[in-house]
Nanobody, 126 residues
Framework: QLQLVESGGGLVQPGGSLTLSCAASGFTLGRAAIGWFRQAPGKEREGVSC????????NYADSLKGRFTISRDNGKNTVYLQMNGLKPEDTAVYYC???????????????????WGQGTQVTVSS
Protein backbone atom coordinates (compact mmCIF):
# COMPACT_ATOMS: atom_id res chain seq x y z
CA GLN A 1 0.00 0.00 0.00
CA LEU A 2 1.37 3.35 -1.05
CA GLN A 3 2.24 5.61 1.87
CA LEU A 4 3.90 9.00 1.83
CA VAL A 5 5.19 10.71 4.96
CA GLU A 6 6.29 14.33 5.03
CA SER A 7 8.70 15.69 7.62
CA GLY A 8 10.89 18.70 8.23
CA GLY A 9 8.27 21.34 8.84
CA GLY A 10 8.40 23.72 11.75
CA LEU A 11 8.62 27.31 12.86
CA VAL A 12 11.20 29.49 11.15
CA GLN A 13 11.89 33.20 11.07
CA PRO A 14 11.46 35.19 7.87
CA GLY A 15 14.48 34.74 5.66
CA GLY A 16 15.21 31.35 7.12
CA SER A 17 15.39 27.94 5.47
CA LEU A 18 13.79 24.55 5.83
CA THR A 19 14.14 21.28 4.00
CA LEU A 20 11.07 19.12 3.72
CA SER A 21 11.30 15.41 3.08
CA CYS A 22 8.78 13.09 1.51
CA ALA A 23 9.50 9.45 2.26
CA ALA A 24 7.66 6.67 0.52
CA SER A 25 6.81 3.17 1.59
CA GLY A 26 4.87 0.44 -0.12
CA PHE A 27 6.05 1.39 -3.57
CA THR A 28 9.14 2.49 -5.46
CA LEU A 29 9.24 6.26 -5.42
CA GLY A 30 11.34 6.35 -8.57
CA ARG A 31 8.40 5.13 -10.62
CA ALA A 32 6.29 8.19 -9.93
CA ALA A 33 6.38 11.91 -10.36
CA ILE A 34 6.30 13.67 -7.01
CA GLY A 35 4.59 16.96 -6.38
CA TRP A 36 4.69 19.31 -3.44
CA PHE A 37 1.54 21.25 -2.70
CA ARG A 38 0.58 23.61 0.07
CA GLN A 39 -2.57 24.93 1.62
CA ALA A 40 -2.81 27.95 3.84
CA PRO A 41 -5.82 28.60 6.12
CA GLY A 42 -8.72 29.92 4.11
CA LYS A 43 -6.94 29.42 0.81
CA GLU A 44 -7.06 26.83 -1.91
CA ARG A 45 -4.37 24.20 -2.28
CA GLU A 46 -1.67 25.29 -4.68
CA GLY A 47 1.10 23.50 -6.49
CA VAL A 48 4.55 24.39 -5.24
CA SER A 49 6.95 22.21 -7.16
CA CYS A 50 7.22 18.82 -8.80
CA UNK A 51 9.81 16.45 -10.17
CA UNK A 52 9.42 13.72 -12.76
CA UNK A 53 10.13 10.09 -12.00
CA UNK A 54 13.57 10.24 -13.61
CA UNK A 55 14.31 13.72 -12.28
CA UNK A 56 14.72 15.01 -15.82
CA UNK A 57 11.91 17.50 -15.42
CA UNK A 58 11.07 19.89 -12.62
CA ASN A 59 8.49 22.62 -12.29
CA TYR A 60 8.02 25.44 -9.82
CA ALA A 61 5.27 27.89 -9.13
CA ASP A 62 6.32 31.18 -10.69
CA SER A 63 6.30 33.00 -7.37
CA LEU A 64 8.70 30.48 -5.84
CA LYS A 65 11.34 30.18 -8.53
CA GLY A 66 14.78 30.87 -7.16
CA ARG A 67 13.82 30.23 -3.56
CA PHE A 68 12.70 26.60 -3.59
CA THR A 69 14.57 23.60 -4.97
CA ILE A 70 13.17 20.11 -5.42
CA SER A 71 15.33 17.01 -5.63
CA ARG A 72 14.99 13.29 -5.25
CA ASP A 73 17.08 10.41 -4.02
CA ASN A 74 15.48 7.30 -5.43
CA GLY A 75 17.94 5.14 -3.53
CA LYS A 76 16.50 6.51 -0.30
CA ASN A 77 12.98 6.56 -1.69
CA THR A 78 12.76 10.22 -0.69
CA VAL A 79 12.05 13.55 -2.34
CA TYR A 80 13.22 16.81 -0.82
CA LEU A 81 12.05 20.40 -1.00
CA GLN A 82 14.71 22.91 -0.01
CA MET A 83 13.09 26.21 0.91
CA ASN A 84 15.20 29.32 1.28
CA GLY A 85 14.33 32.94 1.93
CA LEU A 86 11.09 31.95 3.59
CA LYS A 87 8.37 34.58 3.89
CA PRO A 88 5.32 34.76 6.14
CA GLU A 89 3.17 34.07 3.09
CA ASP A 90 4.87 30.67 2.77
CA THR A 91 3.09 29.59 5.95
CA ALA A 92 0.93 26.58 5.10
CA VAL A 93 0.57 22.85 5.43
CA TYR A 94 2.81 21.25 2.84
CA TYR A 95 1.84 17.97 1.22
CA CYS A 96 3.67 15.65 -1.10
CA UNK A 97 1.87 13.52 -3.62
CA UNK A 98 2.79 10.71 -6.00
CA UNK A 99 1.65 10.57 -9.59
CA UNK A 100 2.18 7.06 -10.88
CA UNK A 101 0.61 7.91 -14.24
CA UNK A 102 3.01 10.78 -14.88
CA UNK A 103 5.93 9.35 -16.79
CA UNK A 104 8.80 11.61 -17.74
CA UNK A 105 6.99 14.75 -16.70
CA UNK A 106 5.26 16.38 -13.78
CA UNK A 107 2.56 18.98 -13.36
CA UNK A 108 1.51 21.39 -10.63
CA UNK A 109 -2.15 20.52 -10.73
CA UNK A 110 -3.38 18.02 -8.16
CA UNK A 111 -5.62 15.93 -10.37
CA UNK A 112 -3.04 13.44 -11.75
CA UNK A 113 -1.65 12.61 -8.33
CA UNK A 114 -3.09 9.49 -6.76
CA UNK A 115 -1.32 9.22 -3.43
CA TRP A 116 -0.98 11.90 -0.76
CA GLY A 117 0.84 12.34 2.50
CA GLN A 118 -0.68 13.75 5.67
CA GLY A 119 1.14 17.05 5.44
CA THR A 120 3.66 18.95 7.52
CA GLN A 121 3.13 22.43 8.94
CA VAL A 122 5.47 25.23 7.96
CA THR A 123 5.13 28.47 9.88
CA VAL A 124 7.18 31.52 9.00
CA SER A 125 6.98 34.12 11.71
CA SER A 126 9.15 36.36 13.81
Amino acid sequence: QLQLVESGGGLVQPGGSLTLSCAASGFTLGRAAIGWFRQAPGKEREGVSCISNGASSTNYADSLKGRFTISRDNGKNTVYLQMNGLKPEDTAVYYCAAGSRLIGLCVLSAAPYDGWGQGTQVTVSS
